[in-house]
């Protein structure tokens, strides 16, 4: 069975960095790599958002809060997503949740109607 398994989560100041990993496991056909794949997050009391969603081929979309700080890769080969987190703000704080298998593209950063979900990673920013 596919898992999606986040890590690199914490304790950062603001202005400082992260880089969140989702390594998908179990995979054995591949198929994941034409997949989408995406970042949402959730802070406490608040719903799940979408950060940042990348095709295939490497297109990317971001939410508006995160863009020019927040970049999201996948190096196929290694079957791995990454979110590269820059200039954390301690409204970035959340628990940060690796998705994939959406078939409406990038309507997925806003509807979060995706597959599978990994179990999620915390970050937390502090001011």
């Known amino acids: 069975q596919v898992q999606l398994v986040e890590s690199g989560g914490g304790s950062v100041q603001a202005g400082g960095s992260l880089r969140l990993s989702c390594e998908v496991s179990g995979d054995t056909s591949g198929s994941y790599r034409d997949y989408y794949m995406g970042w949402a997050r959730q802070a406490p009391g608040k719903e799940r958002e979408g950060v940042a969603v990348i095709n295939s081929f490497g297109g990317t979309r971001y939410a508006d809060s995160v863009k020019g700080r927040f970049t999201i890769s996948r190096d196929n080969a290694k079957n791995t997503l990454y979110l590269q987190m820059n200039n954390l703000k301690a409204e970035d704080t959340a628990m940060y949740f690796c998705?994939?298998?959406?078939?409406?593209?990038?309507?997925?950063?806003?509807?979060?109607?995706?597959?599978?979900w990994g179990q999620g990673t915390q970050v937390t920013v502090s001011s």
């Open positions: 998705a994939a298998n959406c078939s409406y593209g990038y309507a997925c950063l806003t509807d979060g109607n995706w597959g599978r």
